[in-house]
């Protein structure tokens, strides 16, 4: 059983080295997963954009990604993005690891439970209308300490708390967007965390992200043009601390789940 996912975002399309490509049929389509050894383990690793970057963010298959590594038994998730900061104490380079979201997508299926196809979660059938918790915890909080500490132990900068905000892209915002998503509570925005760590948490997998700054949004800095180019400048130059992060978090990652993602799905299985 492999117990770790990886998901790459913009700038991490390769984690593992000689891992090996195995192409899962999900209910909700292919996806491609990468196995090998990382930070100590076995890993699933998906680069979200695909290995050259040639899915744009709205055309993602969240839910093929997110079952498929159901289907392997994966029980944590830890995903990297890039985002653009609302809040302008968050300069570029800075790591943040958002504690919650807000979901602004638009065109995105965000839910497993359509009511027809039928969902396996560990072995489990899940029957009914569903409608999952994101509270006390939007993100879980056993892999954000394990990211916390390893970083402390790194000595690698990381705000601990943000509010990220999910756009459907796949332009990047205006800034009038970016003021009213400033009043919204928002500090860091992007196009791909929704509906990711929902779909995650509807088959009781934990979830966290890690977002590097790659830009000032829209307005934030000035009234500068945005780049894709910058994103991914900056992107790379945080590649390694990233790295570095993910493997050690892994393995300060408990065993055994202890938080409440694993039960996220507890007044639903078919008995
Ligand atoms: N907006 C949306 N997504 C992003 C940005 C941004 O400014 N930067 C990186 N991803």
Redesign the pocket.
């Known amino acids: 059983m492999v117990r770790i996912g990886i998901i790459g975002g ?1 700038g991490l399309y390769h984690l593992v080295e000689n891992s090996k490509l195995k192409k899962i049929d999900t209910p909700f389509g292919p996806a491609n997963v990468y196995l090998g050894m990382f930070g100590g383990e076995e890993i699933a690793f998906i680069p979200r954009h695909g290995e050259k970057h040639e899915i744009p963010p709205f055309k993602v298959n969240y839910k093929a990604n997110i079952y498929a590594l159901n289907m392997l038994g994966v029980e944590r998730i830890i995903a990297s993005n ?3 900061a609302i809040n302008p104490e968050l300069m570029p380079g800075t790591i943040v690891l958002p504690h919650d979201f807000i979901d602004l997508t638009k065109c995105r299926d965000g839910t497993f439970y359509n009511g027809k196809t039928e969902i396996i979660v560990r072995g489990r059938r899940i029957k009914g209308v569903v409608h999952i918790s994101m509270t006390p915890y939007t993100y879980c909080p056993e892999i954000r300490s394990a990211l916390m500490s390893a970083a402390n132990q790194l000595g690698i900068h990381l705000v601990d708390k943000g509010v990220y905000v999910c ?1 459907e ?1 796949n332009r ?2 205006t800034p009038a967007e970016i003021r009213a998503m400033s009043i919204m509570g928002g500090d860091i ?3 791909t965390g929704c509906p990711e760590a929902a779909l995650a948490r509807e088959l009781a997998i934990c979830y966290a992200s890690v977002s590097i700054v ?2 000032y ?2 307005g934030v800095g000035g009234e500068k043009k ?1 780049t894709h180019q910058e ?1 991914l400048d900056i992107f790379s130059r945080k590649l390694e601390d990233l790295s570095r992060l993910l493997a050690s978090s892994i393995t300060l990652i408990p065993r055994e789940r202890s938080c409440v993602c694993k039960d996220a799905l507890a007044e639903f299985i078919d008995h």
Do not use: Q
Request: no cysteine; charged share 5%.
């Open positions: 913009s890039a985002v653009g756009t892209g990047f915002e925005v992007g196009m790659t830009n949004a829209a945005l994103v």
